[in-house]
């Protein structure tokens, strides 16, 4: 049974918003880090947002300005709002919660995934 549990996707015209959620649970939610990928058909995964147990994001430059993560901490929930969405941004989008990376730049993403969720289609209409 998957750990985390992902929900908000559907189907949207191009520059349209969705939001999508990613609830874990407590001991997870307070000590790991924890990204969204996604994977369209015939492509390799992407991670593309991530947020570490103090707070800091990472964003991957290909939704870098259009995709913020925010969380409720009361619901363990963590979102993942996308704007201004473009066709290539459809795919299967997955929560997943790992270790974190540092460098001097700061939090450079998380890493080494331990839990992943089952994943939540997104579709966006030309």
């Known amino acids: 049974q998957a750990q985390l549990v992902e929900s908000g996707g559907g189907s949207v015209q191009s520059g349209g918003s969705l939001r999508l959620s990613c609830t874990a649970p407590?001991?997870?939610?307070?000590?790991?880090?924890m990204a969204w990928f996604r994977q369209a058909p015939g492509k390799q995964r992407e991670a593309v947002a991530h947020?570490?147990?103090?707070?800091?994001?990472f964003y991957a430059d290909s939704v870098k300005g259009r995709f913020t993560i925010s969380q409720d901490h009361a619901k363990r929930t963590r979102y993942l709002e996308m704007l201004s969405l473009k066709p290539e941004d459809t795919a299967m989008y997955y929560c997943?919660?790992?270790?974190?990376?540092?460098?001097?730049?700061?939090?450079?993403?998380?890493?080494?995934?331990?839990?992943w969720g089952k994943g939540t289609l997104v579709t966006i209409a030309s």
């Open positions: 947020i570490d147990s103090e707070g800091s994001t």
């Open positions: 407590e001991y997870i939610y307070s000590s790991y880090c």
């Open positions: 997943a919660a790992g270790g974190s990376r540092y460098s001097s730049g700061g939090f450079d993403g998380c890493s080494g995934m331990d839990f």
